[in-house]
């Protein structure tokens, strides 16, 4: 026979029940509807004497323990059977739960997960990221050209840019590449950049400057090669002769500073730093 709780126990018993989510209240009530069914159909299949004078009568024996494979424990009691066999049982299913459901973006079908959802927290279905287009992944370094971004834009920047991590297709040996979900990457492009105007205005200007760079360092060195020769050529004319050089002169175009032998004519070009 099942022991009567004290009011202690079921009032602790119903702190418990308040502090379960719907969900969980709802696997309980269908495990327990699950054992109910079980009992119930044992009992069909077990014949009970009406009398108990009746011939054939055995004597009980020891209560096992069933397992349900529901959650629960039973003990096979004649009379805790009667009493449950009479314990209405009810079908119908537990309460739905509305509060978890996810529906894609895209095309507004529910949706448990996906693979987007998983990785990079996205409500868009398997079927839908299909369209890489729209749906495109980016590896850092194509963002940081593409958009102009930089490392902190992407870690330190609340909320830091997820991601995920897979091994370089093209040299196996390199590190990892992290791959970026390009919506959120052109998002957080905006955030900075405020117009796509205003990053191709950037980007041209970065390649001016680039430009300019590569042709600053060009002469240099065509400079550099000017003065190694011209060195060069008056080694081989000075001999024995000491040049008696005038007042030093100065060649803006050329950026060049010079002096000019007094005796000779010979002319010392020559830079300084």
């Known amino acids: 026979m099942t022991e009567e709780k004290s009011p202690e126990n079921k009032m602790e018993n119903e702190m418990e029940e308040k502090k379960l989510a719907p969900s969980q209240k709802a696997m309980i009530e269908r495990n327990r509807q699950k054992a109910l069914l079980l009992r119930q159909a044992r009992l069909m299949k077990k014949p009970y004497a009406k009398d108990k004078n009746d011939v054939g009568q055995k004597v009980k024996g020891p209560a096992k323990v069933i397992d349900t494979g529901a959650g629960f424990y039973l003990e096979e009691d004649d009379e805790e059977d009667k009493l449950m066999a009479n314990i209405p049982i009810k079908h119908a299913p537990g309460p739905i739960i509305t509060e978890n459901k996810i529906f894609c973006d895209d095309c507004g079908k529910e949706m448990q997960e996906s693979y987007l959802k998983t990785n990079y927290d996205v409500d868009i279905?398997?079927?839908?990221?299909?369209?890489?287009?729209?749906?495109?992944?980016?590896?850092?370094?194509?963002?940081?050209?593409?958009?102009?971004?930089?490392?902190?834009?992407?870690?330190?920047?609340?909320?830091?840019?997820?991601?995920?991590?897979?091994?370089?297709?093209?040299?196996?040996?390199?590190?990892?590449?992290?791959?970026?979900?390009?919506?959120?990457?052109?998002?957080?492009a905006m955030e900075i950049w405020e117009t796509e105007e205003k990053i191709e205005e950037e980007r041209d200007k970065r390649e001016d400057n680039k430009e300019k760079t590569k042709r600053k360092k060009f002469d240099k060195k065509v400079k550099e090669l000017r003065l190694a020769v011209r060195g060069s050529l008056a080694r081989k004319d000075r001999g024995p002769h000491q040049h008696e050089y005038g007042e030093e002169t100065y060649d803006e175009e050329e950026d060049m500073y010079s002096k000019k032998c007094q005796t000779c004519g010979h002319i010392d070009t020559y830079e300084k730093m």
């Open 125 to 188: 279905c398997d079927v839908c990221r299909e369209n890489e287009d729209k749906h495109n992944l980016i590896t850092k370094t194509d963002a940081r050209t593409k958009y102009l971004l930089r490392d902190a834009d992407f870690d330190v920047r609340d909320p830091p840019l997820k991601f995920i991590s897979r091994k370089n297709p093209h040299h196996k040996s390199w590190g990892e590449m992290k791959l970026f979900y390009e919506p959120q990457v052109y998002k957080r």
